[in-house]
């Protein structure tokens, strides 16, 4: 069975510039989370779906940060315009469901650094 | 309150030691205690997991001890390998919707 794919794997760019990534979670997972990675950190969640809804995005910066999950399966964050301190790890991480003790897979993430 | 705070940052080990991680939490409400392991490059991955109802819970290699009045929970890896060298998170999370909240993770590295 195939993981949380993620892509890019890294990415560079300057800042104010605008940036995307993509998530393909498991197959049949409905729960979907993208995690914050600082180095040296453990991750922080930005925002979790439940299906096409996002049911939790109090810690995603919205001023600069969107996100969404188009019929329920692959999701696309975004940042415009980025800054330097959004240099981090991105990760991705799916769920059967959103229960608290059902495991969540992540992906290998996306290692942004903006110059 | 919403904190997880994890010890030490790093740990070296000899092959055949056994690693002691910690971590203590405030929050009561945190009902579900699971530790992942993350390679370089990798995301993390769950390794075991327990609820404040055991006070122990093994697989493996791999233990985890619960003290629920001190709020304290710690990993223990026996027979530590060379390959058992990543980082270690643990982590909590609230009796809704599956948020983690993660420690700051410890480093670990088996000599061998």
């Known amino acids: 069975e195939a993981g949380v794919v993620q892509s890019p794997r890294y990415k560079i760019i300057e800042k104010k510039q605008p940036v995307a990534f993509w998530c393909n979670p498991i197959?049949?997972?409905?729960?979907l989370y993208w995690y914050l990675q600082n180095l040296g950190q453990g991750p922080e969640l930005l925002i979790r779906?439940?299906?096409?809804?996002?049911?939790?995005d109090s810690q995603l910066p919205k001023d600069r940060f969107s996100a969404e999950r188009l019929k329920g399966v692959d999701s696309t964050l975004k940042i415009q315009p980025a800054e330097l301190g959004d240099s981090a790890v991105y990760l991705c991480a799916s769920s059967l469901a959103g229960t608290y003790q059902e495991t969540q897979y992540f992906g290998p993430g996306t290692r942004l650094l903006v110059l | 309150q919403q904190q997880v705070k994890q010890s030490p940052q790093s740990l070296i080990v000899q092959k055949g030691g056994i690693s002691i991680i910690n971590c203590a939490y405030e929050?009561?409400?945190?009902?579900?205690f699971p530790w992942y392991q993350q390679f370089p490059g990798k995301g993390p991955a769950l390794l075991i997991a327990?609820?404040?109802?055991?006070s122990e819970k093994k697989e493996g290699r791999f233990t985890i001890s619960f003290n629920k009045s001190a709020k304290q929970f710690s990993l223990h890896i026996m027979d530590s390998q060379p390959g058992d060298s990543a980082t270690y998170f643990c982590?909590?999370?609230?009796?809704?919707?599956?948020?983690?909240?993660f420690g700051q993770g410890t480093e670990l590295s088996v000599k061998p």
């Open positions: 982590a909590a999370t609230l009796n809704q919707g599956g948020k983690l909240i």
């Open positions: 197959s049949g997972h409905n729960t």
């Open positions: 327990i609820r404040p109802d055991v």
């Open positions: 929050n009561t409400a945190f009902d579900y």
């Open positions: 779906y439940e299906n096409e809804e996002a049911v939790d």
